[in-house]
Nanobody
Framework: QLQLVESGGGLVQPGGSLRLSCAAS????????IGWFRQAPGKEREGVSCISSSGGSTVYADSVKGRFTISRDNAKNTVYLQMNSLKPEDTAVYYC?????????????????????WGQGTQVTVSS
């Protein structure tokens, strides 16, 4: 069955970096758009970054632009989220998600209701 497994979370000091990975299986990965989302305690889930099926288009939340980079390796069925200059407000559970209903991403489409399949999440804590 379709499966998404996140890894790479952990505890990091402010200003530090982490790279999250999302490993996919059970579906034709190269046809699916993938997104990273996060949810902090008491807050709604928000879109962090999304990448089209080919990797040719990406979108970022304003709060992470210039600090986070999304990429994918379709040969390895994996999507990455490189997070630099981390801030305490980046603390959240990070989820990857997949949708087969759109091949490209444009601003406004990196929202949770557009995605059908979800991983279990990985905790990112930014604290000194």
């Amino acid at each position: 069955q379709l499966q998404l497994v996140e890894s790479g979370g952990g505890l990091v000091q402010p200003g530090g970096s982490l790279r999250l990975s999302c490993a996919a299986s059970g579906f034709t990965f190269r046809y699916y758009t993938i997104g990273w989302f996060r949810q902090a305690p008491g807050k709604e889930r928000e879109g962090v970054s999304c990448i089209s099926s080919s990797g040719g288009s990406t979108v970022y939340a304003d709060s992470v632009k210039g600090r986070f980079t999304i990429s994918r390796d379709n040969a390895k069925n994996t999507v990455y989220l490189q997070m630099n200059s981390l801030k305490p407000e980046d603390t959240a559970v990070y989820y990857c998600a997949a949708t087969g209903s759109m091949r490209a991403v444009v601003p406004g489409t990196c929202v949770s209701r557009m995605y059908d399949y979800w991983g279990q999440g990985t905790q990112v804590t930014v604290s000194s």
